[in-house]
T-cell receptor, first 112, second 114 residues
Framework: GENVEQHPSTLSVQEGDSAVIKCTYSDSASNYFPWYKQELGKRPQLIIDIRSNVGEKKDQRIAVTLNKTAKHFSLHITETQPEDSAVYFCAAWGDSSYKLIFGSGTRLLVRP | DTAVSQTPKYLVTQMGNDKSIKCEQNLGHDTMYWYKQDSKKFLKIMFSYNNKELIINETVPNRFSPKSPDKAHLNLHINSLELGDSAVYFC?????????????FGPGTRLTVT
């Protein structure tokens, strides 16, 4: 069945460093790839997304890259700040399944 | 002006009881969802409704029954609660258009079964 694998499960970086989270999806029909940030006790919130006709998208300190051939997509956070500490989820939407499949999440800790 | 709201925020109940969680969205979206997030933070879709019609029903026990009285509301009723049902349940909505898959999550309902 459809699957999204996410790595690493935990990531600790020094404030100001970059953080990279990687995901792999299995459904070739997937065409939409959002990233959600979930702070402790809060709801998941969309931070950036990318569609299959685009290879890269950037929004200030956050960027997402997509390699459709390899079925990989990644989240890049530059100049990390303590408020970036949260759990990050990647997801993939498949036109064949009409649902979002979420990765298992990455707990990011930014050390001051 | 909350976009997606859920009630209650916390629910503590005993095994065997029946409980309901309510969800409402004021975004005019066509599609609504229920997700379960377990203690390891895995987010898994349970149900999806489009304009009051069930379109996704994952392998969820029959004890869980969603109901959508109109496209702005999607409620979740759970019968004979079990310890393993303890989790955070998120409602979400999306426009459901071909060009807009973004999902807007509610604040979640933390269900604890004792």
């Amino acid at each position: 069945g459809e699957n999204v694998e996410q790595h690493p499960s935990t990531l600790s970086v020094q404030e100001g460093d970059s953080a990279v989270i990687k995901c792999t999806y299995s459904d070739s029909a997937s065409n939409y790839f959002p990233w959600y940030k979930q702070e402790l006790g809060k709801r998941p919130q969309l931070i950036i997304d990318i569609r299959s006709n685009v290879g890269e998208k950037k929004d200030q300190r956050i960027a997402v890259t997509l390699n459709k051939t390899a079925k990989h997509f990644s989240l890049h956070i530059t100049e990390t700040q303590p408020e970036d500490s949260a759990v990050y989820f990647c997801a993939a939407w498949g036109d064949s399944s009409y649902k979002l499949i979420f990765g298992s999440g990455t707990r990011l800790l930014v050390r001051p | 002006d909350t976009a997606v709201s859920q009630t209650p925020k916390y629910l503590v109940t005993q095994m065997g009881n029946d409980k309901s969680i309510k969800c409402e969205q004021n975004l005019g979206h066509d599609t609504m969802y229920w997700y379960k997030q377990d203690s390891k933070k895995f987010l898994k879709i349970m149900f999806s409704y489009n304009n009051k019609e069930l379109i996704i029903n994952e392998t969820v026990p029959n004890r869980f029954s969603p109901k959508s009285p109109d496209k702005a509301h999607l409620n979740l009723h759970i019968n004979s609660l079990e310890l393993g049902d303890s989790a955070v349940y998120f409602c979400a909505s999306s426009p459901g258009q071909p060009n807009s898959y973004e999902q807007y999550f509610g604040p979640g309902t933390r269900l604890t079964v004792t």
